[in-house]
């Protein structure tokens, strides 16, 4: 299997503090991975680390790379080019994420002259495709409007036209339907889906619902304070979760069919980055806790092929089930 | 159900908001809440489910008395619900109150949690001084806080932690109902079950009524024993949520229930068309019909009543009721 | 459209007029003309027949009636100092107060805005530090005390430039200089934080992961909305371009307007004071009013009515 995009020991942190703790993920073309955690888990820090978008008082280590390119440290032309052209990203809040004084015609415009070379006529008769594309309707008047004369669930749908306006290899989602309505985020990852096909472009969605990449995902990276845990095709996830944090969390998400019974919570919080224990980050909060959990940080164990949890007793899965809280 | 035992009465609610179309424009009538009517029983949960627009913040209000609705009525304990600010308005807010979805701008930044928690007995004049302070212990304790914590402020406490915070004090007064409005969209997964399974066990303690607004189905069906769904300011649709759930019987409640995200679900995914309307663009008949696919020509003209279907199911649906006339005759 | 313009027109309208006769309460509160022209010294009925022609005699708001129907018919008054038109007084005043104002405002938007983006795009840098430790202190110092400071400086220590007057091109000098420092730095600091504000938005972020430069995303994405709140500052300082000057026309003996209004009110020259002031309000308040329709051509928001997202 080839690889598009990989992330070596990946480490960022914020004026000392660490807010990735070494990430190793690999892409292929054409791949739509699950990127799930809880607040400051890194997930999106992640992906802004490897296009150099983290504000200046950020320190990056490690590596990525783009076909071989390396990403990090990269010069700025390189990445000018990369970003938009060969990864695009698009972000939690369209109705913000969106400049309020241009017309999306024109936002959309940009994208073309930068990666495609088109402008005038040509430009605006491609962003009417793309509009078509994305399912916006009446799409010649509305390459004129301004973001605040979309909803939120059209506005997205602008995003995702401009991140496509590049042809990109791989889209990075960061949680593009959390900010919106449950009906419309059915439609969005809808229109991701059915997107991803049509182009064979890779993609990477992060989210902090597990439900959201059941679907649309056929591979899945759990993280939890800066690092990946669990990893492991959508299916063998849910059927055979290893790592306690991943049955933790399903076991949190309140089932829909079946008899109404306590939410197996996980009890207590994330570490605060200055706070950070020793070994296993999860150790205070896990059921399953020994000795040599607060050894050292456990390394990633093969269970099956394609699926590594960071856990010392994966392979026990009696010993990992999680009592309600 | 025994008369006596229901709780709160709304009846016909109406709430209107005029709204200016841009620095120019004209004013616009928006209906919020448009002929809304619920019952809560003592004890019992209520789950208000719906989208951005349909109203069911506004009805969360009106239930409490915060709004004096432009139509209809509100009436608690069996009696009529005084106009807010009022004096009787004011010692009925010991019998209910509100939480909801930002803990932290629900709670005073400059003063601790045990303070806050014992400000409504303070407000209300229960127990003595020995006594307020026991009752500030248990219920820090009921909601899963430590004593410690009673002298943390706001900011010193985790989004979950704040959110009991807020939960105790509400509980401070023994209230008969509590309105949560979206009380667990700010949190983390993990911290929303703990504070769904809190809210359960709340319950059962206190024996207090809840009214739960939330877009979140999953949500709603883990905590309720009934659940509303609401569209455009109407409730669409009322039953037993898991029935709800399974069976949905008005079209809107099953793109919705279709749209959910859960690992290992079956079945076709309806997807909506269209956006969510916007409240002062009002459709005319059923505020549904633009999106709905089993739209007939009656929809756009008539706007359908919430009438009981044989099996105790509340719609509000042209077609949903002329299925179950067919199912019924043939 | 027409209501808007319409309902700020009447506004603007109000404005002056409750201007207008704030001064004129306040003016014929405050002493009497009469004595005060005439001198210490004239006698009783010369200051009684100075009254009576120049109808101070009469109650306050019989005068107010009387100078009201005089505006609307064009006649602003005569100046009782010297007896010629009010009107002619004070717009023969207006190039001399230019001739200081509009260089300054020159300095104030090429010196402060320019500082105020680099300072944002070099946060916390050294020379951001700097530039903001300037511009506190350019406009904490009172327009008379720097002014008083660079006349000795440069024309009492150094002899370079002359200390007052109008006689020629350098005398415009200091003056200038003095009014452009204070409102370069009240605009450097704001349009910092303009910047700033901007620069933290996501909108920005989602301009610089599309791939462009980090040039385009400053000028192109950036600036742009920087500029809406920072036209309201510009806004008042052009509306102060006729009246802003009148401690630095003081200090330097400028014969601009703001000296004319100084020596105005010494002397109770109720007439002139108050067409002053009336050109003033006229000024201030059509500038604000063009900043108002500014802002729906630099705002596309405040053009159709944004929609707010998300809350029910």
């Given at each position: 299997?080839?690889?598009?995009?990989?992330?070596?020991?990946?480490?960022?942190?914020?004026?000392?503090?660490?807010?990735?703790?070494?990430?190793?993920?690999?892409?292929?073309?054409?791949?739509?991975?699950?990127?799930?955690?809880?607040?400051?888990?890194?997930?999106?820090?992640?992906?802004?680390?490897?296009?150099?978008?983290?504000?200046?008082?950020?320190?990056?280590?490690?590596?990525?790379?783009?076909?071989?390119?390396?990403?990090?440290?990269?010069?700025?032309?390189?990445?000018?080019?990369?970003?938009?052209?060969?990864?695009?990203?698009?972000?939690?809040?369209?109705?913000?994420?969106?400049?309020?004084?241009?017309?999306?015609?024109?936002?959309?415009?940009?994208?073309?002259?930068?990666?495609?070379?088109?402008?005038?006529?040509?430009?605006?008769?491609?962003?009417?495709?793309?509009?078509?594309?994305?399912?916006?309707?009446?799409?010649?008047?509305?390459?004129?409007?301004?973001?605040?004369?979309?909803?939120?669930?059209?506005?997205?749908?602008?995003?995702?036209?401009?991140?496509?306006?590049?042809?990109?290899?791989?889209?990075?989602?960061?949680?593009?339907?959390?900010?919106?309505?449950?009906?419309?985020?059915?439609?969005?990852?809808?229109?991701?889906?059915?997107?991803?096909?049509?182009?064979?472009?890779?993609?990477?969605?992060?989210?902090?619902?597990?439900?959201?990449?059941?679907?649309?995902?056929?591979?899945?990276?759990?993280?939890?304070?800066?690092?990946?845990?669990?990893?492991?095709?959508?299916?063998?996830?849910?059927?055979?979760?290893?790592?306690?944090?991943?049955?933790?969390?399903?076991?949190?998400?309140?089932?829909?069919?079946?008899?109404?019974?306590?939410?197996?919570?996980?009890?207590?919080?994330?570490?605060?980055?200055?706070?950070?224990?020793?070994?296993?980050?999860?150790?205070?909060?896990?059921?399953?806790?020994?000795?040599?959990?607060?050894?050292?940080?456990?390394?990633?164990?093969?269970?099956?092929?394609?699926?590594?949890?960071?856990?010392?007793?994966?392979?026990?899965?009696?010993?990992?089930?999680?009592?309600?809280? | 159900?025994?008369?006596?035992?229901?709780?709160?009465?709304?009846?016909?609610?109406?709430?209107?908001?005029?709204?200016?179309?841009?620095?120019?424009?004209?004013?616009?009538?928006?209906?919020?809440?448009?002929?809304?009517?619920?019952?809560?029983?003592?004890?019992?949960?209520?789950?208000?489910?719906?989208?951005?627009?349909?109203?069911?913040?506004?009805?969360?209000?009106?239930?409490?008395?915060?709004?004096?609705?432009?139509?209809?009525?509100?009436?608690?304990?069996?009696?009529?619900?005084?106009?807010?600010?009022?004096?009787?308005?004011?010692?009925?807010?010991?019998?209910?109150?509100?939480?909801?979805?930002?803990?932290?701008?629900?709670?005073?930044?400059?003063?601790?949690?045990?303070?806050?928690?014992?400000?409504?007995?303070?407000?209300?004049?229960?127990?003595?001084?020995?006594?307020?302070?026991?009752?500030?212990?248990?219920?820090?304790?009921?909601?899963?806080?430590?004593?410690?914590?009673?002298?943390?402020?706001?900011?010193?406490?985790?989004?979950?932690?704040?959110?009991?915070?807020?939960?105790?004090?509400?509980?401070?007064?023994?209230?008969?109902?509590?309105?949560?409005?979206?009380?667990?969209?700010?949190?983390?997964?993990?911290?929303?079950?703990?504070?769904?399974?809190?809210?359960?066990?709340?319950?059962?303690?206190?024996?207090?009524?809840?009214?739960?607004?939330?877009?979140?189905?999953?949500?709603?069906?883990?905590?309720?024993?009934?659940?509303?769904?609401?569209?455009?300011?109407?409730?669409?649709?009322?039953?037993?949520?898991?029935?709800?759930?399974?069976?949905?019987?008005?079209?809107?409640?099953?793109?919705?229930?279709?749209?959910?995200?859960?690992?290992?679900?079956?079945?076709?995914?309806?997807?909506?068309?269209?956006?969510?309307?916007?409240?002062?663009?009002?459709?005319?008949?059923?505020?549904?019909?633009p999106r709905c696919a089993a739209a007939v020509a009656r929809c756009r003209a008539e706007s359908p009543d919430l009438k009981a279907r044989p099996d105790g199911r509340l719609v509000a649906c042209h077609v949903a009721h002329a299925e179950t006339a067919l199912s019924r005759a043939a | 459209m027409l209501r808007f313009v319409a309902s700020r027109l009447l506004r603007a309208a109000v404005t002056i007029v409750m201007v207008v006769t704030f001064a004129f309460v306040v003016l014929r509160l405050s002493g009497d003309p009469a004595q005060i022209i005439m001198g210490a010294d004239a006698p009783p009925e010369a200051v009684d027949a100075f009254r009576t022609a120049w109808g101070l005699d009469q109650p306050v708001w019989v005068q107010y009636f009387h100078y009201f129907g005089a505006i609307l018919s064009g006649d602003l008054g005569r100046s009782m100092r010297d007896g010629r038109d009010a009107i002619v007084l004070v717009v023969e005043r207006i190039p001399a107060t230019l001739a200081l104002t509009l260089p300054a405002l020159a300095i104030k938007l090429g010196l402060g805005i320019p500082a105020g983006i680099y300072?944002?795009?070099?946060?916390?840098?050294?020379?951001?530090?700097?530039?903001?430790?300037?511009?506190?202190?350019?406009?904490?110092?009172?327009?008379?005390?720097?002014?008083?400071?660079?006349?000795?400086?440069?024309?009492?220590?150094?002899?370079?430039?002359?200390?007052?007057?109008?006689?020629?091109?350098?005398?415009?000098?200091?003056?200038?200089?003095?009014?452009?420092?204070?409102?370069?730095?009240?605009?450097?600091?704001?349009?910092?934080?303009?910047?700033?504000?901007?620069?933290?938005?996501?909108?920005?972020?989602?301009?610089?992961?599309?791939?462009?430069?980090?040039?385009?995303?400053?000028?192109?994405?950036?600036?742009?909305?920087?500029?809406?709140?920072?036209?309201?500052?510009?806004?008042?300082?052009?509306?102060?371009?006729?009246?802003?000057?009148?401690?630095?026309?003081?200090?330097?003996?400028?014969?601009?307007?703001?000296?004319?209004?100084?020596?105005?009110?010494?002397?109770?020259?109720?007439?002139?004071?108050?067409?002053?002031?009336?050109?003033?309000?006229?000024?201030?308040?059509?500038?604000?009013?063009?900043?108002?329709?500014?802002?729906?051509?630099?705002?596309?928001?405040?053009?159709?009515?944004?929609?707010?997202?998300?809350?029910?």
């Amino acid at each position: 299997m080839s690889t598009l995009v990989a992330l070596r020991g990946l480490k960022v942190s914020f004026a000392g503090q660490p807010a990735l703790r070494g990430i190793d993920l690999s892409i292929a073309p054409g791949e739509a991975l699950g990127l799930v955690g809880e607040s400051g888990c890194g997930k999106s820090v992640t992906w802004l680390a490897a296009l150099s978008l983290l504000p200046g008082k950020a320190t990056i280590e490690g590596s990525a790379t783009l076909g071989g390119e390396e990403l990090i440290g990269a010069p700025a032309r390189v990445l000018e080019r990369v970003r938009g052209g060969r990864i695009a990203m698009i972000f939690q809040d369209p109705a913000s994420s969106l400049n309020p004084v241009h017309r999306v015609g024109k936002q959309l415009a940009e994208a073309l002259r930068l990666h495609r070379g088109l402008t005038g006529d040509a430009a605006r008769a491609e962003a009417k495709r793309l509009f078509d594309l994305v399912g916006i309707p009446d799409a010649a008047r509305r390459l004129d409007a301004y973001p605040h004369e979309f909803s939120g669930g059209q506005n997205q749908r602008v995003m995702i036209a401009m991140a496509l306006a590049g042809q990109p290899e791989m889209l990075v989602a960061d949680e593009p339907t959390t900010a919106l309505d449950v009906t419309i985020q059915a439609q969005i990852l809808d229109l991701l889906r059915s997107l991803r096909r049509e182009f064979n472009m890779a993609l990477v969605l992060i989210s902090h619902d597990l439900g959201v990449v059941a679907d649309t995902c056929d591979r899945v990276a759990v993280m939890y304070a800066g690092r990946i845990v669990e990893e492991a095709p959508v299916a063998r996830l849910f059927a055979a979760p290893a790592h306690p944090y991943t049955r933790g969390l399903l076991g949190a998400l309140p089932p829909i069919t079946g008899p109404r019974r306590r939410l197996a919570a996980i009890p207590g919080g994330v570490p605060e980055p200055w706070a950070m224990p020793k070994g296993c980050a999860f150790a205070p909060r896990c059921a399953a806790r020994i000795a040599a959990c607060d050894a050292g940080v456990p390394s990633a164990t093969e269970l099956a092929p394609f699926h590594v949890a960071a856990c010392l007793r994966a392979h026990e899965p009696a010993a990992l089930e999680m009592e309600p809280a | 159900m025994r008369p006596d035992a229901s709780l709160l009465d709304a009846t016909g609610l109406v709430r209107r908001y005029e709204m200016r179309r841009g620095i120019f424009g004209a004013a616009v009538e928006v209906r919020a809440v448009d002929g809304v009517s619920l019952t809560l029983e003592r004890g019992r949960t209520l789950g208000l489910v719906g989208e951005s627009g349909c109203g069911k913040s506004t009805t969360g209000r009106l239930v409490l008395g915060l709004e004096t609705p432009d139509a209809g009525s509100v009436a608690f304990e069996g009696k009529p619900m005084p106009p807010p600010g009022s004096a009787p308005w004011r010692a009925l807010r010991a019998r209910m109150q509100m939480v909801f979805q930002d803990p932290l701008g629900a709670l005073d930044r400059r003063l601790t949690i045990g303070a806050q928690v014992r400000e409504p007995l303070d407000i209300h004049e229960q127990g003595d001084a020995p006594a307020r302070a026991a009752k500030v212990a248990r219920l820090l304790a009921a909601v899963g806080l430590r004593p410690d914590q009673a002298a943390r402020y706001p900011h010193e406490l985790s989004g979950g932690q704040r959110q009991r915070a807020v939960l105790a004090r509400a509980l401070a007064t023994d209230p008969a109902l509590l309105v949560c409005d979206e009380p667990i969209s700010a949190l983390d997964v993990s911290i929303q079950a703990q504070v769904m399974n809190l809210l359960v066990d709340i319950q059962a303690e206190f024996g207090v009524a809840m009214l739960f607004i939330s877009h979140d189905l999953r949500a709603v069906r883990q905590v309720s024993h009934r659940v509303a769904v609401m569209y455009l300011g109407r409730i669409v649709e009322e039953g037993e949520p898991d029935a709800v759930l399974h069976a949905p019987a008005h079209p809107y409640s099953q793109a919705l229930v279709s749209a959910i995200p859960h690992p290992g679900k079956q079945g076709t995914r309806i997807v909506l068309q269209g956006d969510p309307p916007n409240p002062a663009d009002r459709p005319t008949g059923c505020a549904f019909h633009p999106r709905c696919a089993a739209a007939v020509a009656r929809c756009r003209a008539e706007s359908p009543d919430l009438k009981a279907r044989p099996d105790g199911r509340l719609v509000a649906c042209h077609v949903a009721h002329a299925e179950t006339a067919l199912s019924r005759a043939a | 459209m027409l209501r808007f313009v319409a309902s700020r027109l009447l506004r603007a309208a109000v404005t002056i007029v409750m201007v207008v006769t704030f001064a004129f309460v306040v003016l014929r509160l405050s002493g009497d003309p009469a004595q005060i022209i005439m001198g210490a010294d004239a006698p009783p009925e010369a200051v009684d027949a100075f009254r009576t022609a120049w109808g101070l005699d009469q109650p306050v708001w019989v005068q107010y009636f009387h100078y009201f129907g005089a505006i609307l018919s064009g006649d602003l008054g005569r100046s009782m100092r010297d007896g010629r038109d009010a009107i002619v007084l004070v717009v023969e005043r207006i190039p001399a107060t230019l001739a200081l104002t509009l260089p300054a405002l020159a300095i104030k938007l090429g010196l402060g805005i320019p500082a105020g983006i680099y300072a944002a795009l070099h946060r916390n840098s050294p020379i951001d530090r700097a530039l903001m430790i300037l511009a506190v202190a350019g406009f904490t110092v009172p327009s008379f005390v720097l002014g008083l400071l660079l006349v000795l400086v440069f024309a009492v220590q150094l002899g370079w430039l002359p200390s007052g007057g109008q006689e020629s091109w350098r005398h415009a000098i200091l003056p200038v200089v003095t009014l452009g420092i204070g409102g370069a730095a009240v605009l450097a600091r704001f349009t910092r934080s303009a910047m700033l504000e901007v620069l933290g938005q996501p909108y920005i972020r989602t301009a610089s992961a599309k791939g462009v430069t980090w040039r385009d995303v400053v000028w192109g994405h950036a600036l742009p909305n920087a500029a809406i709140p920072t036209v309201t500052i510009v806004g008042f300082m052009v509306g102060s371009l006729i009246a802003g000057a009148v401690v630095v026309e003081s200090v330097f003996s400028w014969p601009g307007v703001g000296r004319l209004l100084v020596v105005a009110v010494g002397n109770r020259d109720l007439a002139v004071v108050q067409c002053v002031l009336l050109l003033v309000a006229m000024t201030m308040v059509s500038a604000n009013l063009t900043v108002d329709l500014l802002y729906g051509a630099l705002d596309p928001r405040l053009r159709s009515g944004a929609r707010r997202s998300g809350a029910h």
